[in-house]
């Protein structure tokens, strides 16, 4: 079984501020998770020549087929990116790991989210989205998408209806399961009245965490995922250190947290995602699929960032022999 994901393609880039003078010349707010521009982002790279600096290819839904890959799982990726360096750079960074691009190029730079680490240890986050916002229906070609057996798609393109609801009739037409992920409550606030008319017509797996399903539904956890259940044909809902919930029609299962106290809980939930596709595509049940998904959360929110680090996948892939048997 195989994991198709649309979705923004940003490189994530860290840089360790001498001081928090770079942030006057651009604009931002110490501390603000701020949309930038496109000058905005071009004074940011002329800073970065000296700095010291980590970057990794980010975005959702990026995180999540990564890890499908890592997992041995076949995924594909379908993003915009920018004719520049770190256009080239997310390419072979998903080709490494084994996830198959179909990236739509522009002239110009890059979708980045800048993460600006000051001496004090204060993050500030400039997000500059670039070509990844210009996807159009268009972009998104039938004849990809019949290759796979499911597409997964984040929230954050809802601001692009036509593209998402395009993409999930192009699914459903080739018998392609949709799964969504909610990303975040003001998505969900924003685009309410759209996810009423496309959850229930298209989606079948429908990943939530706590404060998505209540904006979604009005409701607290249990019964929030009661209603969704009515609506797809598996509902999740994460609960951070309480676990996670899983339905399927009137069956509601419970999967326990693991790892520690968080060090940084960035990418939770796109590899919980990837653990619980990657057992459905290997014909697990619910709850082995939602271990899974829990076993990779927590792992990834032991360290900084979304990617879980190259020598931890020996003892992953282990405890995932042992999940499944």
Request: glycine share 10%.
């Amino acid at each position: 079984m195989s994991t198709l994901g649309l979705g923004n393609a940003l490189v994530d880039v860290l840089l360790q501020l001498k001081d928090d003078a770079p942030l006057k010349e651009i604009g931002i707010v110490k501390g603000a998770m701020d949309m930038i521009d496109e000058n905005q982002m071009i004074v940011i790279q002329k800073t970065q020549s000296h700095l010291e600096r980590s970057q990794a290819p980010g975005g959702s839904v990026c995180n999540t087929m990564r890890t499908l890959a890592n997992l041995g799982g076949q995924s594909g990726f379908i993003g915009k990116i920018g004719s520049d360096s770190l256009g080239n750079y997310y390419e072979k960074a998903l080709t490494e790991v084994g996830v198959t691009p179909y990236f739509i190029r522009t002239e110009g730079i890059s979708g980045c989210c800048t993460i600006l680490i000051s001496p004090d240890g204060e993050r500030t986050m400039c997000t500059f989205l670039g070509p990844a916002a210009t996807l159009t229906p268009d972009d998104i070609k039938e004849e990809i998408i019949a290759k796979y057996d499911y597409i997964y798609i984040e929230g954050y393109l809802l601001v692009n209806e036509p593209l998402v609801r395009t993409t999930m009739q192009k699914a459903k037409k080739h018998g392609v399961k949709v799964a969504l992920d909610l990303s975040n409550f003001n998505i969900v606030n924003a685009f309410r009245g759209f996810l009423d008319d496309i959850i229930p017509a298209y989606v079948d797996i429908l990943f939530s965490n706590e404060s998505e399903a209540k904006a979604f539904t009005g409701l607290e956890p249990e019964n929030a995922i009661r209603k969704i259940a009515g609506m797809v044909d598996i509902s999740i809902v994460t609960l951070g250190k309480e676990g996670s919930m899983i339905a399927h029609k009137d069956e509601i299962i419970r999967v326990a947290a693991e790892g520690g106290k968080p060090v940084d809980t960035t990418g939770a939930g796109d590899n919980f995602a990837a653990g619980f596709l990657y057992g459905q595509s290997a014909g697990a049940t619910l709850e082995q699929s939602g271990r899974l998904g829990s076993m990779l959360a927590g792992y990834v929110i032991d360290v900084i960032g979304a990617q879980i680090p190259n020598p931890k996948w020996e003892q992953i892939k282990l405890k995932v022999k042992n999940i499944l048997s």
